[in-house]
């Protein structure tokens, strides 16, 4: 057993916890934590985590990081190459979905307006119809009265006032399908709005809800499934669990490299990934959003709620 390792045990002895109890702590495997003691660090995935594993053992039982790494730094695994520091994560939209799978609401608003300028139109040109034909009605009654003969004007008067009657009766049933389709129209909406406030109130909440060092912890609800889609765009390696401690997945992926899986029967997931800058997490075709852009190795935490 190396000095460093003989001194983390005995700093978690001093706190009282057992392995199990520490792996609760730091989310670390607990074959992971025995190699740390016993100074065997070929046993770890990378040299890179087990620089990460070594601090977050360090935190969990009160030491400084940098004060062991200072002082214990000949019996620590040096990285081959320097990691390169990344630009932090640009703002990105936090409903953003998987290009190609994003749902957009106006796709929805769609039919509904279509079906609205269509019943706009028919209304014009009801209307314009209507004016154009009492138009010639008047024109046609003056050229008779001009035209015929004096002994006709009595019929003429009566004619014209039995198409003023028919006229009217035309407006009035006119008005009354203007009525009935201004009416269809306002239940149109109507409903189209119902149709938008139920995919609004349907639509998943995925939220941070704490962030503790490089553990940030979300909020799955009003989900009615709970689906997980990694893609790699850079070599990290991964260990999911769930809220019991039983390992799911645990690898070391390659750029380009996609991974599914259905947590629909889970409660809390756990991932430690240590390297977020290449790793996406899709959460029901929704993107992730880290908190943290400051740091490569994480853990991701989330809290699913099943819909009622």
């Keep these: 057993m190396s000095e460093l390792g ?15 109890e520490l792996q609760q702590r730091t ?34 039982v009160g030491l400084q990081p940098d004060l062991i790494f200072e002082e214990h730094e000949n019996e620590l695994p040096k990285p081959k190459a320097e990691k390169q520091d990344l630009p932090p994560r640009t703002e990105k939209d936090k409903t953003a979905s998987r290009p190609g799978k994003r749902k957009s609401k106006m796709a929805s608003l769609v039919p509904s307006i279509v079906v609205l300028l269509f019943l706009i139109g028919i209304i014009a040109g009801v209307w314009f119809v209507q004016q154009g034909g009492t138009g010639d009605n008047d024109a046609v009654s003056r050229d008779e009265q001009q035209n015929s003969p004096s002994v006709e004007i009595t019929d003429d008067l009566n ?12 407006e009035n049933n006119n008005n009354n399908e ?11 909406e109507n409903n189209a709005n119902n149709d938008n406030n139920e995919n609004e109130s349907e639509e998943q909440d995925l939220a941070a809800e704490d962030v503790d060092g490089s553990t940030t912890t979300y909020s799955l609800s009003q989900a009615d499934d709970f689906t997980i889609d990694l893609e790699f765009t850079a070599d990290s390696w991964i260990n999911i669990s769930n809220a019991d401690d039983e390992d799911l997945h645990e690898s070391t992926h390659s750029d380009g490299d996609e991974i599914s899986f259905d947590f629909s029967g889970e409660s809390e997931i756990i991932f430690n990934i240590g390297n ?8 029901n075709d929704e993107l992730l959003e880290y908190e943290r852009d400051d740091t490569d190795h994480q853990y991701i935490v989330i809290q699913y709620e099943e819909s009622s």
Excluded: H, W
Excluded at 178 to 188: A, H, M, R, Y
């Design 178 to 188: 203007n009525n009935e389709n201004n009416e269809d129209n306002e239940n149109g």
């Design 276 to 283: 977020t800058y290449g790793t996406e997490i899709y959460v």
């Design 159 to 170: 004619n014209e006032n039995e198409d003023g009657e028919d006229n009217n009766a035309e």
């Design 27 to 60: 989310k670390i495997q607990k074959r992971y934590l025995q190699a740390i003691e016993e100074g065997d660090f070929s046993k770890m995935p990378g040299e890179f985590y087990a620089r990460a594993f070594v601090k977050r053992y360090c935190e969990a």
């Design 6 to 20: 003989v001194r983390l045990k005995t700093a978690r002895e001093e706190a009282g916890f057992s392995l199990d």
